[in-house]
């Protein structure tokens, strides 16, 4: 098959997982033996990046959004046709080549791309958040989980007293963010990366028809983990966390509670970097806690198989954990708190109470220390596994042939 993979993600230096989700996809493919072209945004430079992105065919300058801010956050409200405009920007980039593939595949933050793709197209998205119904993707607000669904709510997400003038305009935001979204969902085919998402989805918007929909995990490239796992093995860490330190993740609240109840002989590394690093650093770095910053991919996985436990914070509810699958994967036990799509990872264990979710933070920490004092011992990497990308993309080949 010819395959078009969108993503407004790329180019970026640094690719955040969604991206990473798209180009580990797109190399599966191509390995597969289907032509696969990406494209992303031309207003950034894809030579400067490419090697990091690692993307192994061709990539495609589609779309401009350097200007797409509209100053929102300075008005202190949404603005209802932001987002099916800079949608429209992506949908007219599709349409100028669409005819040359079998399948287009987008992944992005705009679920209403394809509603002004050509019909004839055959158009798939994947939705990676809870951006389907909610414009900051996250539903996450005041430190907790948001499970509001009024469109007027959502006003304080971008101004702490929008009053009735803002509420109102965002508010119409929202609906028609909503309702362009479910007439997109509709009418084309799309993939949710958990159960959880799609759930999220019909709650908010009850009567969409979600006929076309599938759900097909997160994956992994158990290839590149085995591969990366190959190189020098990085130090023990007794307690692992890795990921992007940012609103959410639930790094500082974790850490918090290491001076109480951590044993001085264990020790907590961070792995990551992010909005939140100098803050935590500060109020948290120490003898037993060390922040590492950014690493190369090799030197995570090393860290990770040889982490006497992973810990994965995070106090949003997240769609599904590609930390949590890579823990799993190579043998290491994982915490995590029971929310959002993370339940669902527990079909990848590959032994019993090997991810282990918990309720609250306080039971998180007392879970790893236990685990970290257990000491279990280095696991080998299986040949196979039910996330490998390599299995997905096969599932993904099925959508595009319905």
Not at 139 to 154: E, N, Q, T, Y
Request: hydrophobic share 40%; charged share 25%; proline share 5%.
């Amino acid at each position: 098959m010819r395959i078009l993979l969108v993503t407004e993600d790329l180019p970026m230096r640094q690719a955040g997982g969604l991206a990473k989700h798209a180009v580990t996809l797109g190399n599966a493919l191509i390995e597969a033996g289907h032509h696969v072209d990406l494209m992303g945004r031309s207003d950034r430079s894809y030579a400067d990046s490419a090697p990091e992105i690692g993307f192994k065919g061709n990539f495609i300058s589609g779309f401009d959004l350097s200007r797409s801010n509209w100053k929102e956050h300075r008005l202190g409200f949404f603005i209802p046709m932001k987002r099916p405009a800079l949608a429209g920007r992506i949908c007219a980039a599709i349409n100028a080549c669409a005819s040359r593939y079998d399948a287009v595949h987008y992944h992005g933050h705009l679920p209403m791309v394809g509603s002004a793709v050509d019909p004839a197209v055959n158009f798939v998205q994947t939705r990676h958040d809870q951006g389907s119904e909610c414009v900051t993707h996250l539903r996450f607000k005041l430190g907790a989980v948001c499970d509001d669904i009024d469109p007027r709510s959502c006003a304080s997400c971008i101004h702490p007293s929008p009053g009735t003038v803002r509420t109102a305009i965002s508010a119409a935001a929202v609906r028609r963010y909503r309702e362009e979204t479910e007439k997109c969902f509709a009418t084309r085919k799309v993939i949710f990366v958990s159960d959880f998402l799609r759930r999220q989805f019909q709650r908010a918007v009850p009567g969409a028809r979600l006929s076309s929909a599938s759900v097909i995990h997160n994956f992994i490239d158990l290839r590149r983990l085995r591969t990366a796992a190959g190189e020098a093995r990085s130090p023990i860490s007794d307690v692992l966390v890795a990921g992007r330190i940012d609103v959410g993740k639930g790094i500082g609240e974790f850490l918090a509670h290491v001076p109480a109840l951590f044993p001085r002989g264990i020790r907590v590394s961070v792995v990551g970097d992010g909005p939140y690093r100098a803050r935590y650093e500060a109020d948290f770095a120490s003898p037993q806690v060390s922040f590492l910053g950014w690493r190369p991919y090799p030197d995570v996985v090393q860290r990770t198989r040889s982490a006497r436990v992973c810990v994965v914070p995070s106090t949003c509810e997240e769609a599904c954990s590609t930390t949590v699958l890579e823990a799993l994967a190579l043998g290491r036990p994982c915490v995590a708190l029971a929310r959002g799509g993370t339940p669902e990872l527990l079909r990848y264990q590959r032994f019993e109470g090997q991810l282990r979710l918990v309720a609250s933070m306080r039971e998180l920490a007392t879970t790893a220390i236990d685990l970290a004092e257990e000491a279990s011992g280095m696991e080998d990497i299986p040949s196979q596994f039910e996330a490998d990308v390599h299995v997905a993309a096969q599932k993904i080949v099925e959508v595009y042939s319905q």
